[in-house]
T-cell receptor, first 115, second 111 residues
Framework: ETGVTQTPRHLVMGMTNKKSLKCEQH?????MYWYKQSAKKPLELMFV???????ENNSVPSRFSPECPNSSHLFLHLHTLQPEDSALYLC??????????????FGEGSWLTVV | AQKVTQAQTEISVVEKEDVTLDCVYE???????LFWYKQPPSGELVFLIR??????QNEISGRYSWNFQKSTSSFNFTITASQVVDSAVYFC????????FGGGTRLMVKP
């Protein structure tokens, strides 16, 4: 059983819809992350939160809006997405954001299709 | 800048064969960590191993073994006596001031 759970596992949405991806970690970690994995592209870091504060935003379009209400939960709010946003969105967590030695643990991902 | 290269995009073997997945990295950091993750078709990235830059000892865990050679900036992963359940995409990653993933190697183990 994974320590990082994501819902929904699969989501199909129209370009005008608003939806949210949810992530919860049960590992007592202080840092949480959103990654995007598209076909034929390396994993891309989108956002990093440390103790509920956003510490990194890698030039992600504003149609993706993260929210971290507490250190165990992370959301990714989606609105007016484009078909090229279709991808696997992976949530992850680690003990701390800044320490290179901390292992990052990933959830099962949310498969998003934008039609 | 950091870079991780997994030159083998796809490998196909027959069950029980040994297979080595290559990983070469570039970094200017003197302290860094190397990771391997497994991604089965379900999507989850499963952590396999972490190695710090000061520990060049090879590691063995069951059928898995890792060879870290700082002189060649490589961190290769060998699966001995491969099984169908080993079929997945395997990612090598490097973490210094940021976490950088390689492009992944898709391993197909046929019965």
């Amino acid at each position: 059983e994974t320590g990082v759970t994501q819902t929904p596992r699969h989501l199909v949405m129209g370009m005008t819809n608003k939806k949210s991806l949810k992530c919860e970690q049960h590992l007592g970690h202080n840092a949480m992350y959103w990654y995007k994995q598209s076909a034929k592209k390396p994993l891309e870091l989108m956002f990093v939160y440390s103790l509920e504060e956003r510490v990194e935003n890698n030039s992600v379009p504003s149609r993706f809006s993260p929210e971290c209400p507490n250190s165990s939960h992370l959301f990714l709010h989606l609105h007016t997405l484009q078909p090229e946003d279709s991808a696997l969105y992976l949530c992850a967590s680690s003990q701390d954001a800044g320490s290179a030695g901390n292992t990052i643990y990933f959830g099962e991902g949310s498969w998003l299709t934008v039609v | 800048a950091q870079k991780v290269t997994q030159a083998q995009t796809e490998i196909s073997v027959v069950e029980k064969e040994d297979v080595t997945l290559d990983c070469v990295y570039e970094t200017r950091d003197t302290t860094y960590y190397l990771f391997w993750y497994k991604q089965p078709p379900s999507g989850e990235l499963v952590f396999l191993i972490r190695r710090n830059s000061f520990d060049e000892q090879n590691e063995i865990s069951g059928r898995y073994s890792w060879n870290f050679q700082k002189s060649t900036s490589s961190f290769n992963f060998t699966i001995t006596a491969s099984q169908v359940v080993d079929s997945a995409v395997y990612f090598c990653a490097l973490r210094g001031n940021m976490l950088t993933f390689g492009g992944g190697t898709r391993l197909m183990v046929k019965p």
